[in-house]
C-alpha cells in the first residue's frame, strides 16, 4: 500500500520539531515597525503565530497577547520563548480553518505570512474582522505571486499568495485601508532569507 501523502499539518509540526526557531526569535519587520500604531491598545492575536516571535514580541509592548497556532511543537516553543523573554503569553492549539473565531474580541490581530487555500480565504478574512474590536488594528503581510521567482520563503503555488486586488476584496469594508507592495531582502531565521515580493497590509474596523 503506497504511503499516505503527509498533511499540511504533519509537515508543520515536522519543521517546527527541529532544535532552532526556523523563523529566528526576533519579530517580523513589518510588524515591529507598526509600533507606534500600538499605543493606547491592549489585547492582540497573533494568528498562526508558529514559535511565537510576534506574540512574544507585542507581549512585550504590553499587550495581553493570545497566540494561535496548529503546531503543539511551534507552541512550546512560543511559551519558552516567553518565559525566556519575561513576559506572559497565552497559548492555543487550533486550526484556523476550523476555529469558532471570538466576536469583537481584540484590539489588534497580527497575521503574518499566512496562506490558506483559496476556497477558505473569503471565510478567514471574514474571521479576521469579525474578530477585531471597532477601530481594531489589522497587521498583515504576505507574498505576491513573484515571490515564486524569489523563491526565498513561502508556499509554491502562486494560488495561495496575496495580490492588491485580493486584499481590497477582502478588506475594503474596511474604516482604513493602506496596502503597500515592494521587494525587500528579509532575514527570518533559516527559512526567510533574501529578496522577497512583500505586499503590507494595515486596515481599521
Not at 70 to 88: M, Q, Y
Not at 138 to 156: A, D, E, I, N, W
Amino acid at each position: 500500500m503506497p504511503d499516505q501523502p503527509m498533511s499540511e499539518k504533519e509537515r508543520w509540526e515536522g519543521r517546527f520539531r527541529a532544535p532552532d526557531y526556523i523563523f529566528g526569535q526576533e519579530p517580523n519587520a513589518f510588524l515591529k515597525a507598526q509600533a507606534p500604531l500600538l499605543r493606547g491598545r491592549t489585547s492582540a492575536l497573533s494568528v498562526a503565530d508558529g514559535e511565537g516571535r510576534n506574540g512574544v514580541w507585542l507581549a512585550e509592548q504590553g499587550l495581553d497577547v493570545l497566540t494561535i497556532d496548529f503546531s503543539p511543537a511551534a507552541l512550546a516553543k512560543a511559551r519558552a520563548l516567553a518565559d525566556e523573554r519575561g513576559v506572559r503569553l497565552r497559548t492555543e492549539l487550533v486550526d484556523i480553518t476550523t476555529w469558532h473565531w471570538p466576536t469583537v474580541a481584540y484590539d489588534v490581530i497580527v497575521a503574518i505570512f499566512i496562506f490558506v487555500a483559496p476556497a477558505e480565504r473569503a471565510a478567514f478574512f471574514a474571521s479576521l474582522k469579525k474578530a477585531l474590536k471597532p477601530g481594531g488594528l489589522l497587521l498583515m503581510q504576505g507574498y505576491r505571486p513573484q515571490q515564486l521567482s524569489y523563491r526565498t520563503g513561502g508556499p509554491p503555488d502562486a494560488e495561495r499568495l496575496y495580490t492588491r486586488s485580493i486584499l481590497e476584496a477582502g478588506f475594503g469594508d474596511m474604516a482604513e485601508l493602506t496596502i503597500h507592495e515592494h521587494d525587500s531582502v528579509i532575514s527570518e531565521g533559516t527559512a526567510h532569507v533574501g529578496m522577497s515580493a512583500l505586499i503590507d497590509l494595515v486596515a481599521k474596523k
